[in-house]
């Protein structure tokens, strides 16, 4: 391992940061072919949808869905020449808005845990009707609807968000404001957000590009002054959904964010399961009284993690080579290696503890990690304690110095 006595820039090779994000209408090209990504209506799928999706992963991608750290899901390596067709079938079984313009709408972020009829759920179908006489917002913008208790979204991009006072009353808040703005109801509250929205173009948002980085003050009918309620204590927000049983069915763990059409499709074959809440964590909510049934004999060995204690829960790794044109390195078959070099998983509790990123632009982990080891001409940056970007204390690893140097750090742990 090349130990760094001084500590050393990163190279110029530094990640192309595009400043907008794919759809369905809008594919991007990446290392594989197109990258088609699919947003949840409700971030929710009946299960004929689910099924849908893994028939067009399979017939038009390479067989591999992943889940974003926005909630939506996305296919790989569609062929240009393919791409119209699959988009006829994703519109055909509601995976996809019937135009680029539906598409673009500013994106709606449930808490996952929302009941019919709650105040995220109805916020987000009073939003849905509203969106459309929204103004064209910057393509990375997105609503919080987090009106439980507590809210669990903290940690995920959003602009406006739909959150709880400490008292339990509604308040919006703008992002980057430590404060919201109190609304009477769920309709005040759209309502309020609407406004801001038109506030936030006409204030020069549209330059700034998020909410948090527009610094005008807020209009005086928006005055944040109320203190929005506290979020939970654990360092994980997802730990509300630990792998395993779930009041409203079941939680299942992607191992670093995909798995193969195949391995879903069989987790949905339990006809109890009548559909899926996508999170912002890689995990999956299958809905459903009884979808525990299949699960009496343990655990099936299929591509999905149902154990909390599994290791790759603390882990982040980015799709990588060959699948990314930015990456120089292969992430999955690395990560999967280090998480097999514990005989026990940290679970929830130690989330962060290993980053394998394909370039310094992190997109598994903006936060950073206990260990990372990052992608540069074909061998990887050892960080330690921070992002994919950050400084490196080694560089030009193999897979084998990484192997290494991992079981040497667990061995001094003991
Ligand atoms: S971090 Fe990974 S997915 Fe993101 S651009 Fe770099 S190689 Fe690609």
């Not at 997105?142 to 308040?171: F, K, M, Q």
């Not at 799709?319 to 990456?327: D, E, I, R, V």
Request: with cysteine; aromatic share 4%.
């Amino acid at each position: 391992m090349k130990e760094q006595g001084v500590k050393e820039k990163r190279s110029s090779a530094s990640p192309r940061v595009r400043g907008w994000c794919p759809g369905a209408w809008r594919p991007m090209a990446t290392g594989d072919g197109l990258l088609v990504r699919v947003r949840p209506p409700l971030g929710r799928l009946t299960r004929a949808r689910m099924l849908s999706l893994c028939e067009a992963a399979e017939t038009w991608g390479n067989g591999l869905i992943e889940q974003t750290r926005r909630a939506n899901l996305q296919l790989r390596g569609v062929s240009e020449a393919g791409w119209p067709e699959l988009m006829a079938f994703l519109v055909e079984h509601g995976l996809a808005a019937p135009d680029a313009e539906g598409e673009r709408r500013p994106a709606l972020l449930l808490a996952p845990d929302w009941r019919e009829g709650d105040a995220t759920h109805e916020a987000a179908r009073l939003l849905e009707r509203r969106l459309a006489d929204w103004p064209a917002l910057p393509d990375k913008w997105g609503l919080a609807l987090d009106a439980g208790p507590a809210p669990v979204l903290r940690d995920v991009p959003a602009d406006l968000r739909l959150e709880r006072s400490r008292e339990g009353g509604l308040l919006v808040r703008a992002d980057g404001r430590e404060w919201g703005t109190p609304v009477a109801d769920v309709e005040a509250a759209v309502e309020l957000m609407t406004r801001l929205a038109h506030w936030f173009v006409d204030a020069g948002g549209l330059a700034a590009g998020r909410m948090r980085r527009l610094t005008a003050p807020l209009p005086g009918w928006a005055a944040a002054d109320t203190e929005p309620a506290a979020a939970p204590q654990a360092s994980d927000a997802a730990s509300g959904l630990t792998p395993g049983p779930h009041p409203a069915g079941r939680v299942v763990g992607l191992p670093f964010g995909r798995a193969t059409a195949a391995s879903l499709r069989a987790a949905m074959c339990d006809e109890a399961i009548t559909g899926v809440r996508v999170t912002p964590w890689r995990r999956l909510l299958l809905e459903g009284e009884g979808a525990n049934s299949n699960m009496k004999d343990g655990a099936p060995d299929d591509g999905l993690i149902h154990d909390a204690r599994d290791p790759r829960l603390a882990m982040d790794a980015c799709p990588g080579a060959p699948f990314c044109a930015q990456a120089s390195v292969a992430t999955h078959g690395l990560a999967q290696s280090l998480a097999e070099r514990r005989s026990e998983g940290p679970g929830e509790s130690a989330a962060g503890r290993l980053h394998v990123s394909g370039c310094a632009k992190g997109c598994a982990r903006s936060g950073p990690a206990e260990v990372c080891l990052t992608g540069r001409d074909g061998r990887y940056d050892l960080i330690l304690g921070g992002r994919a970007d950050d400084t490196p204390v080694a560089t030009g690893l193999g897979e084998s110095d990484a192997i290494e140097y991992w079981e040497t750090r667990d061995a001094l742990r003991l």
